[in-house]
């Protein structure tokens, strides 16, 4: 059996518009390397890191706080050895936190002969996702392990759904250059909401699960409506009501939030209308002095893997 191996963690789009906090989805070319390394040294010991400036100590870096709690749970006769290649920009809202910590933990779930099924792997990287967002969810997590859509129907017990997706729905991601802590963006969100609002949003989500099973593009595009958590958080988003704007005008299917932002997703029917959306989304934060990176990713059905 290989003492090391090296992964693929991607990139993911949590909350989807109306699925807040419960529904995620899985990018396809964009994600952090990581390498896991098996050692006669007991313990979680992070050796490498590089592309952003964070903590060595295990304790204090999400890669290693999960990979702690399935250390003590399994508690194996060796250790390991971490590095990172971060190719994703912290707090950028396209699941920075969550690739990390589903990385080192599916890493030594491979190399200790797969012992834990993917539920088990999503609920050891919730601890070290928690560390970022100051609380326990699994919207990023579950896709980047799972692939594809997934819904996290309940954290305790932990049940996550895989939801299928229709085979040419792309998405178009736009990160403008700065920083939205999720903590931060949590905080400002109301503690009650009025029930038509409630209403309005669950009746959004479950159409957004029917379209996703049965590939009714225009039903997906009337379903991408959130009431409840995009009126506050879109303040925190500069030209985030014009990116919108543009993405429609360009024929995507419907855009939000990516996680807790600052990244803004869209949806669209093929690659061609999903080349177009990046170019008019483009031209907005052009005009300003805000910088920016680009995605276009077809929605990756496999999740994390061995590269």
Known sequence: MNNEIKIFSPATVANVACGFDVLGFCLDTIGDEMVIRKTSKKGIHITKIEGFDLPYEAELNVAGVSALAMYDAIQPDCGF???????????????????????????????????????????????????????EHADNLAPAIFGGFTLVKSLSPLEVLPI???????????HPQIEIKTAEARAIL????????????????????H???????????????????????????PYYN???????????????????????FTFSN??????????????????????????????????????
């Open 81 to 135: 050895e971490i590095e990172i290649y971060k190719n994703i920009k912290p707090g950028s809202g396209i699941g920075s936190s969550a690739a990390s910590a589903v990385g080192s933990v599916f890493g030594m779930n491979e190399l200790l002969g797969k012992p834990y099924n993917k539920t088990e792997l999503t609920q050891f990287s919730i601890k070290g996702e928690a560390l970022a967002s100051q609380c």
């Open 242 to 264: 014009e990116v919108k704007t543009a993405a429609l005008q360009s024929g995507a299917l419907g855009a939000g939030i990516s996680g807790s932002g600052p990244s803004i």
């Open 270 to 307: 093929g690659i061609e209308t999903a080349k177009q959306v990046e170019i008019a989304i483009s031209k907005v934060y052009g005009n300003t002095t805000i910088a920016f990176d680009t995605y276009v990713s077809k929605i990756n059905a496999e999740g994390i893997k061995i590269i």
């Open 164 to 174: 299928p997706s229709p085979d040419n729905l792309y998405v178009t991601i736009i």
């Open 190 to 209: 109301p503690k009650q909401v009025a029930l038509q609002d409630a209403i309005t949003q669950w009746a959004n989500f479950g159409s957004l699960i």
């Open 211 to 237: 379209g996703l099973h049965t590939g009714d593009y225009g039903l997906i595009s009337r379903s991408l409506d959130d009431v409840i958590v995009e009126p506050h958080r879109s303040k925190l988003i």
